[in-house]
T-cell receptor
């Protein structure tokens, strides 16, 4: 059984640019959730996708958007990057409302 | 929304010691997970325990849902147990988002 994978592992962008992060869910999982973890903090929920529909959103502005594809993989897009967007971005997959399994994360640095 | 509080924030122990990490939450939950975050940032699943008691080797966990707390026990600590431990809960309604505590940083000295 393949676990959750994320790409890229690291990314450096400049303020104002746009970025796309990718996540492949674990086999058999239909729900993907995205989290942002700032340094020294616990992860914060961004949004969740269930069967290709957004199924809940945290306190993040509209410039954070996402997609889920028919194979349940997912993308997180962030427009107009700000310095405070520098963080570890974590993707988690699950079977509906069950235990969530996390990928290794993408570390984004905004200069 | 649900609030999650973990204690202690930091814990420093000698190898071989036992430890207890606590997680308090403010509302009913239908999901509670304990994670260990490794130095590279990956969250490793330890327990999925919305209620009851589970054991896995030197680790065990207990959640008392009616009193809104969970405990993670680590026995005979090893240096490889060092890292940050997170408790995360999912509410009874809506999207199954996880709300994380601030974590407990555990340091095991040889």
């Amino acid at each position: 059984e393949t676990g959750v994978t994320q790409s890229p592992t690291h990314l450096i962008k400049t303020r104002g640019q746009q970025v796309t992060l990718r996540c492949s869910s674990q086999s058999g999982h239909n729900t993907v959730s995205w989290y942002q973890q700032a340094l020294g903090q616990g992860p914060q929920f961004i949004f969740q996708y269930y069967r290709e529909e957004e199924n809940g959103r945290g306190n993040f502005p509209p410039r954070f958007s996402g997609l889920q594809f028919p194979n349940y993989s997912s993308e997180l897009n962030v427009n107009a990057l700000e310095l405070d967007d520098s963080a570890l971005y974590l993707c988690a997959s699950s079977r509906s409302y069950n235990e969530q399994f996390f990928g290794p994360g993408t570390r984004l640095t905004v200069l | 929304g649900i609030q999650v509080e973990q204690s202690p924030p930091d814990l420093i122990l000698q190898e071989g010691a036992n430890s207890t990490l606590r997680c308090n939450f403010s509302d009913s939950v239908n999901n509670l997970q304990w994670f260990h975050q490794n130095p590279w940032g990956q969250l490793i699943n330890l327990f999925y325990i919305p209620s009851g008691t589970k054991q896995n080797g030197r680790l065990s966990a207990t959640t008392v849902a009616t009193e809104r707390y969970s405990l993670l026990y680590i026995s005979s600590s090893q240096t490889t147990d060092s890292g940050v431990y997170f408790c995360a809960v999912g509410g009874a309604q809506g999207a199954q988002k996880l709300v994380f505590g601030q974590g407990t940083r555990l340091t095991i000295n040889p």
